[in-house]
């Protein structure tokens, strides 16, 4: 399968806890994204990356989040301290720059905060 | 900043009928791109139709189809004889196609779509 993968896809954890989410894009694809779907809701974009560079982080990420996508291949999602309102799904989507091309997505990963 | 609303948090449809799905959109921008993507049950988003705002003829895949009105802001998407398979979440989206911002999606809320046999 050469589709974006997301690792792990559901993850249930203690308020308080870390969690990591990992992203391997489409192995050609040079943009990565991250967006946060919660229920009832579209998803909604949380930071964008070309190559290594994280070149925009939303305002929906708080201090308690970190991305990083050393060697611009996968991307990692690390929420510090996590509280029962980061419960959501997690989305990582990938492209290749330009404007027409498509954004594709992984499956997602389920967070559930207890 | 731009919005996208989809009026319609659940529609259904017989199978083999025609549904259409509305989004309105609201952007300052003059170039841009908008989407309908669609999430299954397995909950991965797949792309099912992209329009270019400097196009005016309407796009099409298929049985995919949209009605696109520039000046009302206005970007539905027509199901043509529907299919089981066409059963899930329906997102309209929004994207700039130049400037600072041309990598970013903005969503509507979705449209959950049933087909009933």
């Known amino acids: 399968d050469t589709g974006v993968s997301q690792d792990p896809r559901h993850k249930i954890t203690k308020r308080g806890q870390n969690v990591t989410f990992r992203c391997d894009p489409i192995s050609e694809h040079n943009r990565l994204y991250w967006y946060r779907q919660t229920l009832g809701q579209g998803p909604e974009f949380l930071t964008y990356?070309?190559?290594?560079?994280?070149?925009?982080k939303s305002r929906l990420l708080s201090d308690r989040f970190s991305a990083e996508r050393p060697k611009g291949s996968f991307s990692t999602l690390e929420i510090q301290r996590t509280e029962q309102g980061d419960s959501a799904m997690y989305l990582c989507?990938?492209?290749?720059?330009?404007?027409?091309?498509?954004?594709?997505f992984g499956e997602g990963s389920w967070l559930t905060v207890v | 900043a731009q919005t996208v609303t989809q009026s319609q948090p659940e529609m259904s449809v017989q199978e083999a009928e025609t549904v259409t799905l509305s989004c309105t959109y609201d952007?300052?921008?003059?170039?841009?791109?908008l989407f309908w993507y669609k999430q299954p049950p397995s909950r991965q988003m797949i792309l099912v139709i992209r329009?270019?705002?400097?196009?005016?003829q309407n796009a099409t895949e298929n049985r995919f189809s949209v009605n696109f009105q520039k000046a009302a802001k206005s970007f539905s998407l027509k199901i043509s004889d529907s299919q089981l398979g066409d059963a899930a979440m329906y997102f309209c989206?929004?994207?700039?196609?130049?400037?600072?911002?041309?990598?970013?999606?903005?969503f509507g809320k979705g449209t959950l779509l049933t087909v009933n046999p």
């Open positions: 989507a990938s492209s290749l720059a330009g404007m027409l091309h498509t954004i594709y």
């Open positions: 952007t300052s921008e003059s170039d841009y791109y």
């Open positions: 989206a929004y994207r700039d196609r130049g400037g600072g911002s041309n990598y970013k999606l903005t």
């Open positions: 990356f070309q190559n290594e560079a994280q070149l925009e």
């Open positions: 329009q270019e705002a400097y196009k005016q």
